[in-house]
C-alpha cells in the first residue's frame, strides 16, 4: 500500500534571488514615516517610493532601466503639504499614479514616459473630501478612472477621478481606523480591515455590508485581509500572546476559519500579496528580512507553507511588479522591490525548470491593462469581468489608455461658489436699479397728477 507523503506542486521548488548590485537603486532616501502602507509602487515602466521631503511629502518615480545611484538632485513628485502615506499606479494607464497624505488630500499624476526632468508640483487632478489623513489608495481593477480611497476619518470615499468627484461615501460602517481596505476580482466587492477588530465585505456602489466577521485575530495589533481564490479570503494578524498569524475564511460559513496557522512572534505586520494565476500568497512583513511564499489550494490545511526567501536587511517597504511585467522566458513567477534604509532591492521569484520554452502551466492568461467598463457605467451598477492577456510572446506594451479630464465639469465644480457670488451680485445690481426705476416712475406720476390739476 503506497503512502503519499510529499504534497504534489508544481510551485514547491520557487525559490527567490535577489538581482545584482549594479541592478539596484541606491542612495534613496526612504522616508522615516511609520505608517504601514507599502511605500513604493512597481509596473512595467516605472517603479515609485515615497522619500524624505523638507516642508511637505514627495515621492520619486524612476523608469526600471535607472538603476545604479541616484542623484540626491533627482526630481520628485513634491506637490502634498504634508508627508506622504500610499501611492499606487493606475493598473489601465502605467503613466498615471494616485498619491494620498497628511494633508486629507488625494492627487493624480502623469509622469512623462522616461520619467521626469523637473519637480512635478501641480496634479491633474486633486480630490478633497477626507477630513483626516489619507493612508489607503486602491484602483479599480477593471473600472477605468474608479479609485478608492480611505482616511483615518474612518471614510472610505470612491471617486471618478476624470471628473474630479467623490460619488460614493462610506462613512457610517466603520467605527474606528480602517487598517486595509481592496477590491475583489472584478472589483464587485471591497474587503475591509479596521480597529474595531471587524472584518467586512462591503457593497461598493450601495455602500453596505454584505458579510461581517468579528475578531477573525485575538490580538490588538493590525489585521491585513485580501480576496484569494473562490471569494475566499486570507487574513494576517497576531494572537493574544502576540504570535503572528494567518488564517484563511470562507465568507459563506464565517463561524471558524478553514485554517490558522501561527507563524512566529514578530511584531511587524504582515503585508499579504495574493497571485490569482498561480494561486500563491506571500507575506511581507514590515522591519522584516524575509519573504515567505504559500500556496492557497482546496485542500486541508488550505494553506501551504512553500518556502521563504531571507536576506540581511530589514526591509521598510515593499512593491510587486504586475505578472505582465514579468519575463516569462526565465520562468519568473513574481518580481518584489523591497525597500531598505538607502536603497530599492529587486527580488524575483523563480520556478527552475530546464527547458526556454514558454511554460504554459505557470503562465495562465493574466489581466492585462484595458479596462472592461467605464467609471459611469460602472457606478450606475455595470461590473466587468477581467480581460486577459497571454504572455506567451511577453507583454508587448500597447498604447496607454488615454487619461481624460473633463476639465469642464471640473471648472464647473472647483468654481461653483465663485460663480454663484457674481450672480448675487449681478441679481443685486438688477434689483437696485429696478427699484431707481419704480421711484422715478412714481415721481413723474405724481408731478403728472399735479400739473393736470392746475
Known amino acids: 500500500m503506497s503512502r503519499k507523503v510529499v504534497r504534489t506542486s508544481k510551485f514547491r521548488h520557487v525559490f527567490g534571488q535577489p538581482v545584482k548590485a549594479d541592478q539596484c537603486y541606491d542612495d534613496i532616501r526612504i522616508s522615516q514615516m511609520t505608517w504601514d502602507s507599502n511605500f513604493c509602487s512597481v509596473n512595467p515602466k516605472f517603479v515609485a517610493m515615497i522619500v524624505d521631503a523638507s ?167 493590525p489585521v491585513r485581509a485580501v480576496f484569494v481564490s473562490d471569494g475566499k479570503i486570507l487574513t494576517t494578524g497576531f494572537s493574544r ?21 501561527e507563524l512566529d512572534t514578530s511584531s511587524g505586520v504582515l503585508l499579504p500579496f495574493f497571485d490569482p494565476d498561480t494561486g500563491i500568497v506571500y507575506l511581507c512583513g514590515k522591519g522584516d528580512s524575509s519573504i515567505r511564499y504559500f500556496e492557497v489550494t482546496d485542500e486541508a490545511p488550505y494553506v501551504h507553507y512553500l518556502s521563504m526567501y531571507s536576506s540581511k536587511e530589514s526591509q521598510k517597504g515593499m512593491g510587486y511588479m504586475p505578472k505582465r511585467g514579468l519575463e516569462v522566458n526565465k520562468c519568473e513567477i513574481a518580481r518584489f522591490y523591497k525597500l531598505h534604509e538607502r536603497k530599492c532591492e529587486p527580488v524575483v521569484m523563480t520556478v527552475p525548470r530546464k527547458s526556454d520554452l514558454f511554460q504554459e502551466d505557470l503562465y495562465p492568461d493574466t489581466i492585462g491593462p484595458e479596462p472592461s467598463v467605464e467609471a459611469d457605467d460602472w457606478f450606475a451598477g455595470k461590473d466587468g469581468e477581467p480581460i486577459l492577456i497571454s504572455l506567451k510572446d511577453g507583454f508587448v506594451a500597447t498604447k496607454n489608455k488615454e487619461f481624460k479630464v473633463i476639465k469642464s465639469l471640473m471648472a464647473t465644480t472647483s468654481s461653483s461658489s465663485s460663480n454663484r457670488q457674481s450672480d448675487s451680485a449681478d441679481v443685486q445690481a438688477l434689483q437696485n436699479e429696478v427699484k431707481e426705476l419704480r421711484e422715478m416712475v412714481e415721481q413723474l406720476t405724481k408731478r403728472v397728477s399735479e400739473l393736470e390739476s392746475k
Not at 144 to 162: E, K, R, Y
Not at 182 to 205: E, F, H, Y
Request: charged share 20%; aromatic share 4%; hydrophobic share 35%.
Open 241 to 261: 500572546m502576540s504570535e503572528r498569524q494567518v488564517a484563511l475564511w470562507d465568507p459563506k460559513n464565517f463561524g471558524e476559519p478553514l485554517t490558522l496557522q
Open 55 to 221: 516642508g511637505g511629502g514627495a515621492f520619486i518615480v524612476l523608469p526600471l532601466s535607472k538603476t545604479g545611484r541616484i542623484d540626491l538632485s533627482l526630481p520628485t513628485v513634491c506637490g502634498h503639504t504634508g508627508p506622504v502615506l500610499d501611492i499606487e499606479f493606475c493598473p489601465h494607464n502605467d503613466n498615471i499614479i494616485a498619491s494620498g497624505s497628511e494633508d486629507c488630500s488625494v492627487m493624480i499624476w502623469e509622469i512623462p514616459d522616461g520619467g521626469l526632468t523637473s519637480p512635478l508640483n501641480d496634479p491633474v487632478v486633486k480630490l478633497e473630501g477626507h477630513s483626516k489623513r489619507v493612508g489607503i489608495l486602491s484602483w479599480h481593477p477593471t473600472a477605468h478612472n474608479v479609485l478608492m480611497s480611505a482616511g483615518c476619518d474612518n471614510v472610505i470615499i470612491l471617486w471618478n477621478v476624470a471628473r474630479g468627484e467623490a460619488v460614493v461615501r462610506i462613512d457610517s460602517v466603520h467605527t474606528d481606523m480602517i487598517y486595509s481596505a481592496c477590491w475583489n476580482r472584478n472589483g464587485s466587492q471591497i474587503l475591509t480591515a479596521c480597529k474595531d477588530k471587524k472584518l467586512r465585505v462591503i457593497d461598493p456602489r450601495k455602500g453596505s455590508v454584505i458579510d461581517e466577521k468579528d475578531k477573525p485575530h485575538e490580538g490588538s495589533r
